[in-house]
C-alpha cells in the first residue's frame, strides 16, 4: 500500500458513516451499528479489502433489493450444542453476528455451540467473530465460503471462494492467539494491488485460463483463477484444496446454501452462477468453553507461555523472528486507532458517492 | 516407492502379528487387536510411514516401559459436548479410538462431541479416527501434536511437530470425503525416502540448521527443520504456521498435554525436551452429528453431487484432473486389499527381528 496514495480518516468517522448509510437503506439502527462495527473492524485491523471498500458493493446489492436490509433470522434445526439458521438473505454482517452469538449461547450451556447458517451474504472478516468467543474466555470458530474464484488442485475453472477460517485462543496476559486465513495462496486483493501497481505476482499465486501458472495479473481478472494454499501438488496444494472444500462443505452444504461453482457473486455485477444448490452462501461458527475441558486461567496461563516461547525463537536469516497469529492485525489496530485509517483515493471516491446518493455526509 | 525393493504380504497376516506382538508385551487382546487396526490401516490407505514401519519404535518404548500397556484411561472434566481424559500414557493407538468413542457418544446426545487428550502418544492416522464418526453418519474431527519436527515462519528451531489434522464427511453413494493432512508442507517420510534414493527434495519443503533453505535431504537430518504449508511468506506460510499452532493448541494446551517444543520424541532414541508443561502429548476428537443441522439424507446427497462436481472439472494442463481427498488412500485400499501391503526391505528386517525377539511367527 505504501507507494499508492491514501487520505485518512478516523475510525469512527467511518464507522458513523457506514451505520448511517445503512440506516438510510432500511437497517434498523442496531443492525447498522452492528454491520458498521464488522466492516469498520476490517479497517483498523489492516484488512483494507474487507472493509469499508466494500460498501459500495453492500450498499448496491441492497439498493438494488438483492439482499434484505430487514432480515428475519429463523431457527431451522437444533440440537443442545448445533443449530442451523435461515439468514433471510440479510446483509453478511447482520446476519453473521447474529449466528455467531448463538454459537456463543450454546456453549454457555452445552460446553461448545455450533452454527451453520444459510441464505446468507458476505460477512466481512472471520476475524470480527472469533475474538467474540475470546471475551467469554472461549475458543471461537467462524468459517463462511465465498464465490468461486479459486481453482482445485489440477483443475482449471475457478470452482471453490477463498473460504477462510479463523479461530482464536484467549491469552491471560498476552494478546489472544487469532488464525484467520483465505484457505488459498494469497488474496485476491493482492492481485488487484499488483495490477493497480504494473507489478508482477510471485509464482504460486495464480493461473491463466488456460490452466497454466502466472506472475502477470491481468491473466487472474482476464478468466483465471487463484491458488489454493500451497500452490502444487509437490508443495501441497492439496491440502489448501482439501481446507477449501471442509470450510465450502460446513458452511454450505451443512447449511442447506450453495456451495463450490454455485456460491453466488458478491459483486452485483458478476455473472450468476449456473446452478443453485442452496440459498445464498454459508457461514459457520462455532465456540468451546474452555474450562468444558480444563481450568479457563490455567489454559490462558499456557497461552501466554506459548507466546512467549514462540516470540523469543532463534529467527531466521534475514528476519525478525516469528510472530504469533494475530500480531500483524493487532499492530495495525494500535497505530490505526491513534493515527487513522488510511484509504486509497477509489475507496474514497466510493464514499464520496454514496454520500451524495444518500445524502450521508462524509468529511 | 516405486524403484525401492519391497516383499509383499497380506494386510491379515500384519494385523495378526501386530496383534499377538502388542499381546506379547502385556497389551490386553482388545486393545492389541484395536491397536493393530489403526496400524494397519495406515499401510492399506498407503501410509506407510504410519503403519507397521512404526511397530519397532512402539515395541521398544513399550518394552523399555517408556509407554504403559494396560492404561486406564480417566475423565478428568465434562459437559454435555466437551471432555477431558488422561490417556494414563497408554499407546495413542489403544487412548485415540477409545477417546474417538466417547466424542461420538457425546455427539450422539448433544448433537456434537469433542474430547481433548492428554498423556497419550502417538496415534497412528488422523483419517482412522474420523471414518468411525462417519458411520454413524456424522462429521469426524482428529488432531494430535507431535515431537517438533517444523519451524514456525521466520524461526529456525523445530518447533512445532507435523501436527495432522483430518475431517471426513459422509456421502450416499458416493464415498466419503476424507481430508487427513500435515500442517507442513511435506511429510518427513518423503525426506527419509529422498536421502534413501540419492535425490534432491523441492524447493519449499525444509531449511537446514542455519534457517536457510535446502534441497538436500541429509540437511534436515543434520539439524535443519520442514517448513510449515505455504513454505514461506510470499506463499502463505504463515497460514501453514497458524494451523500447526491451532492443531497444537487444541491438542496439547487444551488438554494439558505437552505442546509445541516441548512435545516428547516418538522414538526412544531421540533427544528428550528441554523443558515439561503438561503430560504425554496430546490428541483432539470431534463429532457432529449431521441431522443435527440437517436431513442427513439431505446433506449425503449434496456431498455425492460436490464429488461428481469436482470430479467433472476441466483438468489442468498435464493432470487427470481434480481428485477428491481421499481419493489416493482409498484407491491405495482397494489395490492393496486383493494384493497384500508392500513393505520395504528395511521394514522387513525390523519386523523380523522382533518375531525373533518375541517369539511371534512372522512369514
Redesign the interface.
Known amino acids: 500500500m505504501d507507494s499508492v496514495a491514501t487520505k485518512t480518516f478516523p475510525a469512527e468517522a467511518l464507522h458513523e458513516f457506514c451505520a448511517r448509510v445503512f440506516i438510510y437503506f432500511g437497517l434498523s439502527k442496531s443492525d447498522a451499528t452492528q454491520a458498521a462495527d464488522v466492516l469498520v473492524a476490517a479497517d483498523l485491523r489492516g484488512i483494507d479489502s474487507h472493509g469499508v471498500a466494500r460498501m459500495s458493493s453492500y450498499v448496491g446489492q441492497v439498493s438494488e433489493g438483492l439482499i434484505n436490509p430487514k432480515p428475519q433470522i429463523k431457527l431451522l ?8 439458521v435461515d439468514g433471510d438473505n440479510g446483509l453478511g454482517l447482520v446476519v453473521g453476528p447474529r449466528a455467531n452469538q448463538m454459537a456463543i449461547d450454546l456453549a454457555e ?4 455451540g ?1 452454527v ?1 447458517v444459510m441464505n446468507t451474504n458476505h460477512y466481512g472478516i472471520a476475524g470480527y467473530y472469533v475474538l467474540k468467543a475470546v471475551a467469554h474466555d472461549m ?1 471461537g470458530w467462524a468459517m463462511t465460503n465465498t464465490s468461486p474464484i479459486v ?7 475457478r ?1 471453490l471462494g477463498t473460504n477462510p477460517i479463523a ?1 482464536a ?1 484467549p491469552g491471560k496476559n498476552e494478546p489472544p ?1 487469532v ?1 484467520d ?6 488474496a485476491y486483493g493482492k492481485i488487484e494491488m499488483a495490477l493497480r501497481k504494473g507489478e508482477k505476482i ?1 509464482e ?2 495464480a ?1 491463466d485460463d ?3 501458472g502466472t506472475t502477470d495479473p491481468a491473466d487472474v481478472m482476464a478468466g483465471g483463477a487463484l491458488l489454493p ?3 502444487d501438488r ?3 496444494g ?6 477449501a ?2 470450510v ?3 458452511s454450505g ?4 446454501a450453495n ?3 454455485f456460491a453466488p457473486s458478491f459483486a452485483v455485477a458478476q455473472a450468476l452462477p449456473t446452478r443453485s ?2 440459498k445464498g452462501i454459508g457461514h459457520f461458527f462455532g465456540a ?7 481450568d479457563a486461567d ?2 490462558k496461563s ?2 501466554d ?2 507466546v512467549r ?2 516470540r523469543a ?5 534475514g ?7 494475530g500480531d500483524p492485525e493487532r499492530e495495525a489496530e494500535r497505530i490505526r486507532r491513534d493515527n487513522g485509517v488510511p484509504l486509497i483515493l477509489p475507496v474514497v471516491e466510493e464514499l464520496r458517492a454514496i454520500s451524495k446518493s444518500t445524502g450521508v455526509p462524509f468529511h
Open positions: 434445526r437444533s440440537t443442545p450444542s448445533t443449530a442451523t450451556k452445552a460446553g461448545a455450533w451453520a475458543i481453482a482445485p488442485l489440477w483443475g482449471m475453472e470452482m479461530i485462543f492467539i488464525i486465513m483465505a484457505t488459498c495462496t494469497a510471485p504460486g499465486w493461473m488456460r490452466g497454466y494454499l500451497g500452490s509437490e508443495r501441497g492439496h491440502k489448501g484444496y482439501g481446507l472444500i471442509m465450502d462443505l460446513l452444504a451443512l447449511s442447506g456451495w463450490g461453482p444448490v442452496g468451546m468453553r474452555i474450562d468444558g475441558f480444563i490455567v489454559f499456557q497461552v507461555d506459548y516461547v514462540f525463537a532463534k529467527p531466521a536469516p528476519t525478525t523472528g516469528p510472530l504469533l497469529p
